[in-house]
C-alpha cells in the first residue's frame, strides 16, 4: 500500500523556520521524482519544489528560491522541505508528491500558517 504522510507543518511567525518531512512507503521511493506542492484557500495547487532521484537537480518556485531548499533521503525514503524566512504567503496546506512516468501519488498535506 502507498503512504505519503507528511509531518512538521504548524503555525509560525514571519521570518521564522519549519522543516517539513515526508515519509513514504509502497513504492520503490529511489526512482522517482518527489515534489512539494501547495494549496492555499481559494487558489490552485502550486509546485513549490521537485527533486530528481538522486538529488542531482532541484527546481523551486521563483517566490521562495533562496528560502527554502529540498532533501532526500533515499535510504530512509523521506523528502524534507527546509523552510526559512517565513512569509505570510507561504501559508497553505502543503503537500507531498511522487511521480515517476505515469504514476503518481500524493500525500495529504500538513498545514502551514504564518502568522503574527
Known amino acids: 500500500q502507498v503512504q505519503l504522510v507528511e509531518s512538521g507543518g504548524m503555525s509560525v511567525q514571519p521570518g521564522e523556520s519549519l522543516r517539513l518531512s515526508c515519509a513514504t512507503s509502497?513504492?520503490?521511493?529511489?526512482?522517482?521524482?518527489m515534489s512539494w506542492y501547495r494549496q492555499a484557500p481559494g487558489k490552485e495547487r502550486e509546485l513549490v519544489a521537485r527533486?530528481?532521484?538522486?538529488?542531482?537537480?532541484?527546481e523551486y518556485l521563483d517566490s521562495v528560491k533562496g528560502r527554502f531548499s529540498i532533501s532526500r533521503d533515499n535510504g530512509k525514503k523521506v523528502v524534507y522541505l527546509q523552510m526559512n524566512s517565513l512569509k505570510f504567503e507561504d501559508t497553505a496546506v502543503y503537500l507531498c508528491?511522487?511521480?515517476?512516468?505515469?504514476?503518481?501519488?500524493w500525500g495529504r498535506g500538513t498545514q502551514v500558517t504564518v502568522a503574527s
Open positions: 509502497g513504492f520503490s521511493f529511489s526512482f522517482y521524482y
Open positions: 527533486i530528481s532521484p538522486s538529488s542531482g537537480s532541484t
Open positions: 508528491n511522487a511521480r515517476l512516468e505515469s504514476r503518481e501519488h
